[in-house]
């Protein structure tokens, strides 16, 4: 007979009783994946099955769309930190596949990494929060670096960290469209030299949203292609956030934010 379950059914209950549904192959790749925090519990424990199932989702688990997801090959990708890490992965609605796209050039026989955590933090917090929630020590090629070099990482990625925190701030008006498209090429310039290429496409697309927002059409466009050439390495050619960049290429003046501040001309990128 079907497992019953009711609202007081445990987690690990639950995810047993997805795994039920799965076929055998399915469901063997979703044990091979690697889990920390599991119980001290005796494997013939009766909970022991539902904290191991609980124990892998919550190591593995990714949110895709509404819900969160088991991808076993995605789960596959190791961490690296910064300039460590050479591609992401992305949740694609449409086709209800979760896609994983290089960042930069990968030689053949390179090991693809992803990141973990938001890695624009000193060394010793990343290591401390991949302990606690991944257990491991992370020996990434940034994090291996030595004393004097890993310090001046650590520096830029906190200066990246201060400056998305105050390029929040437009949001409330607490800074003009043109000090914010200041410190967003700021951001960039940095993460260049950190070779922290992530997040470009959703930073150049927040640049064309102040510029929008300001009414300044030529950096509205300029910051729009920007962000749709990233958006394309990030996200993939086809994605959604591609195509809104290129309706707002088209018709700067149709971005839903635009004219929603006073007029300034705000400025353009100049880097590519």
């Given at each position: ?5 009711t ?9 047993l ?12 790749s979703f ?5 920390v925090?599991?119980p001290d ?9 539902d ?7 919550q190591?593995n ?9 088991i ?9 690296g ?5 050479n591609?992401?992965y992305?949740w ?6 979760i896609?994983?796209?290089?960042l ?7 090991e693809l ?13 990343r ?7 991944y ?15 890993s310090?001046?990482s650590?520096?830029?990625?906190s200066i990246m960290?201060?400056?998305?925190g ?5 949001q ?6 043109t000090e914010?498209?200041k410190?967003?090429?700021e951001?960039?310039?940095?993460g260049?030299?950190e070779g ?11 640049a ?12 509205t ?5 920007l ?7 990030e ?10 960049m290129?309706?707002v290429i088209?018709?700067?003046e ?8 006073d007029?300034?001309?705000?400025g ?5």
């Open positions: 007979m079907p497992t019953k379950v609202t007081t059914t445990s987690p690990g209950a639950l995810l009783h997805s795994l039920a549904g799965l076929t055998r192959a399915q469901r063997a044990y091979n994946l690697s889990y925090n599991l519990l005796a494997p013939d424990s009766p909970q022991y099955n904290e191991l199932a609980l124990a892998i989702f190591t688990a990714v949110a895709a769309g509404d819900g969160v997801g991808f076993p090959r995605m789960a596959r990708l190791n961490h930190c910064s300039s460590a890490f591609s992401v992305t694609r609605q449409q086709e209800g596949v896609a994983v796209y290089a930069k050039g990968v030689r053949a026989g390179e990494l992803t990141t973990y955590i938001d890695t624009k933090r000193p060394r010793h917090e290591r401390a929060a991949l302990s606690s929630h257990g491991f020590e992370c020996d990434c090629s940034v994090c291996s670096l030595p004393d004097e070099a310090k001046a650590d520096r830029r990625l960290a201060e400056l998305y105050r390029l929040a701030t437009w409330n008006e607490k800074i003009s469209g914010a498209i410190v967003a090429k951001i960039w310039i940095i260049g030299e922290y290429w992530s997040e470009r496409g959703r930073l150049a697309a927040d064309a949203w102040v510029a929008a927002a300001h009414s300044d059409k030529v950096a466009k300029g910051w729009a292609e962000a749709k050439k990233w958006y394309t390495y996200l993939g050619p086809d994605s959604e956030q591609t195509g809104e290129e309706d088209a018709h700067p149709r971005h839903r934010v635009w004219r929603m501040r007029h300034e001309i705000v353009l990128p100049d880097f590519t």
